[in-house]
């Protein structure tokens, strides 16, 4: 059998991209005595600048979304009217409303309307 040995990896060949950066920026060195507080006021203009960003985005989505809601709702309901106003104005045709109105007893008059003169007396 063979016997266990613990091997220690040589550096690998490939860096990270975050090594990189770190050898650039020298971080290690700015935190060997503690968090520097002289940073402090960036590092939270930094994140408030972030926080108000990503909320900005949160708002501009949900709006979004409320637009295209209301544009489905917009199309159901110009199709409904276009259907509504078809159907009334079918309805209010002459022809239609001599049809209806013969169940009730009413006929169309055949005679054209008369225009009636009332002279005024002196």
């Known amino acids: 059998m063979s016997k266990n040995e613990f091997k220690v990896k040589g550096k690998s060949r490939r860096s990270s991209l975050f090594s990189k950066i770190e050898s650039l920026l020298h971080i290690d060195s700015i935190f060997e005595q503690g968090l520097p507080v002289r940073y402090l006021p960036y590092i939270l203009y930094v994140m408030a600048i972030g926080i108000f960003y990503i909320g900005n985005t949160h708002y501009a989505e949900k709006n979004i979304r409320?637009?295209?809601?209301?544009?489905?709702?917009v199309e159901d309901l110009r199709a409904?009217?276009?259907?509504?106003?078809?159907?009334?104005?079918?309805?209010?045709?002459?022809?239609?409303?001599a049809r209806k109105t013969k169940d009730m007893g009413l006929e169309e008059s055949l005679e054209p309307p008369r225009k009636i003169i009332i002279e005024k007396e002196k």
């Open 80 to 97: 409904d009217y276009t259907t509504l106003k078809a159907d009334y104005m079918f309805a209010s045709k002459q022809s239609e409303v």
């Open 66 to 73: 409320l637009i295209d809601r209301l544009d489905t709702q």
